[in-house]
T-cell receptor, first 113, second 115 residues
Framework: GQQLNQSPQSMFIQEGEDVSMNCTSSSIFNTWLWYKQEPGEGPVLLIALYKAGELTSNGRLTAQFGITRKDSFLNISASIPSDVGIYFCAGQNYGGSQGNLIFGKGTKLSVKP | EAGVAQSPRYKIIEKRQSVAFWCNPISGHATLYWYQQILGQGPKLLIQFQNNGVVDDSQLPKDRFSAERLKGVDSTLKIQPAKLEDSAVYLC?????????????FGSGTRLTVV
């Protein structure tokens, strides 16, 4: 089946630093999504991208939909302790017959105050 | 707006036993999904319902897993008999339209441990 390669697997950073993570796929998607999951909770949508080349921001978060439609990245600027969690990318072919999400394995972010 | 409700939150069973999970989606959401999330992995879709009909169950291990959404509202996922490798968090999600990213909301999950 389809697989997403997400990197890095984990990051340990100092508060105030910027963070970058990315996701690549062997298949094309028409939608890329970024989620955050905290312990004991389900994933929460951060940003959705619908168009190749699209750059979208949500507060300190910025994500881009790669021009090949096979990759995406997420940047977090000026990290704070509450950014701690696992970040997942997900690809979707929204508008298709199913539209289910294909998730990466996640990037675990730790922020040292 | 109430979120996606799941129960129980935790379950520990012995292998070969049966277990059932329950999900109540957001009111009015036509589409309901069950995902399996193994430790250290991203969620993987098991089954998708549109109202009370199955849209996609291609990744559901049908020899031991079953799911139903009889009245197009809440849903149950059952495992019978359970294996050690079924230890995972089972997430339910719902969306107002099939696949729509916004409004696609996950519950907190049921953590299953098979011993």
């Amino acid at each position: 089946g389809q697989q997403l390669n997400q990197s890095p697997q984990s990051m340990f950073i100092q508060e105030g630093e910027d963070v970058s993570m990315n996701c690549t796929s062997s298949s094309i998607f028409n939608t890329w999504l970024w989620y955050k999951q905290e312990p004991g909770e389900g994933p929460v949508l951060l940003i959705a991208l619908y168009k190749a080349g699209e750059l979208t921001s949500n507060g300190r978060l910025t994500a881009q939909f790669g021009i090949t439609r096979k990759d995406s990245f997420l940047n977090i600027s000026a990290s704070i302790p509450s950014d701690v969690g696992i970040y997942f990318c997900a690809g979707q072919n929204y508008g298709g017959s199913q539209g289910n999400l294909i998730f990466g394995k996640g990037t675990k972010l730790s922020v040292k105050p | 707006e109430a979120g996606v409700a799941q129960s129980p939150r935790y379950k520990i069973i012995e292998k070969r036993q049966s277990v059932a999970f329950w999900c109540n989606p957001i009111s009015g959401h036509a589409t309901l999904y069950w995902y399996q999330q193994i430790l250290g992995q991203g969620p993987k879709l098991l089954i998708q319902f549109q109202n009370n009909g199955v849209v996609d169950d291609s990744q559901l291990p049908k020899d031991r897993f079953s799911a139903e959404r009889l009245k197009g509202v809440d849903s149950t996922l059952k495992i019978q008999p359970a294996k050690l490798e079924d230890s995972a968090v089972y997430l339910c999600a719902s969306s107002p339209r099939q696949g729509a990213p916004y409004g696609y909301t996950f519950g907190s999950g049921t953590r299953l441990t098979v011993v």
